[in-house]
Structure formats: C-alpha cells, structure tokens
C-alpha cells in the first residue's frame, strides 16, 4: 500500500510563491515517477510536474513551465513542488500522484491513466 499525503497549500497573493510537499509511505519503487496534478472547479484534472526518481528527469506542462519547480528528496521520500510568480489562474486542488514505473524519454505530460496512486489534494488558491 502506497500513501501520499500533500501539505504546503493555502492563499497566496497574484506573483507570490508557494511549495506543496508531498509525503510517500509505505511502498516505493526502484523505478518510478512522481508528480503533481491539479483541477480547478468545472474543469478536468490536468498535469502540472512529473519527476523521475531515478536520475531526476522533470517534466512540466507548459501553462507552468518556467514558473514551477519540482524536485525530490530521495532520504526523506518527499516531492516538491515550487511554485513562483503564481497567477490567479493556478487557483485548483493539487494532487499527488505516481506512476509506479518510469516514464518514457520524450514525454511531454504525463496522463492521468497512467497514475497508480493519488493523494487526497490539497487546495491553492491565488487571490487578489
């Protein structure tokens, strides 16, 4: 049984930063692929950030590339996700996710039918 638990959400201001951590217990993989995703109300649930565990290859959706940052800590099994100069449209429930396997070179979002594991989100939002 995997468990990821999010933390680090709240309100921030347009052009502030956050950073969402995300927790795994319980089993891990020699070869897989955290991330985030995110879901904004009325809308799908949509990738943000993925990250290889092995090797650290990162993959971003383009609304936040540039802008987000996410990096892992292979001691403490805990993904982060910086995000900077947020933008009222980053407003949504963050998810955790992984894929129990490692990601294809090339890959430019991960999808959804991919995750093998969810957290419960965590809710960001960016408000005047």
């Known amino acids: 049984q995997v468990t990821l638990v999010e933390s680090g959400g709240g309100l921030a201001q347009p052009g502030d930063s956050l950073t969402l951590s995300c927790t795994v217990s319980g089993r891990t993989f020699s070869s897989w692929t955290p991330g985030w995703f995110r879901q904004s109300p009325g809308k799908e649930r949509e990738f943000v950030a993925g990250i290889r565990w092995t090797g650290g290859i990162v993959y971003y959706a383009d609304s936040v590339k540039g802008r987000f940052t996410v990096t892992r800590d292979n001691a403490k099994n805990t993904i982060y996700l910086q995000m900077n100069s947020l933008k009222p449209e980053d407003t949504a429930k963050y998810f955790c996710?992984?894929?129990?396997?490692?990601?294809?070179?090339?890959?430019?979002?991960?999808?959804?039918?991919?995750?093998?594991?969810w957290g419960q989100g965590i809710q960001v939002t960016v408000s005047a």
């Open positions: 996710a992984a894929v129990s396997a490692t990601v294809p070179d090339g890959t430019l979002a991960i999808p959804e039918k991919w995750v093998n594991y």
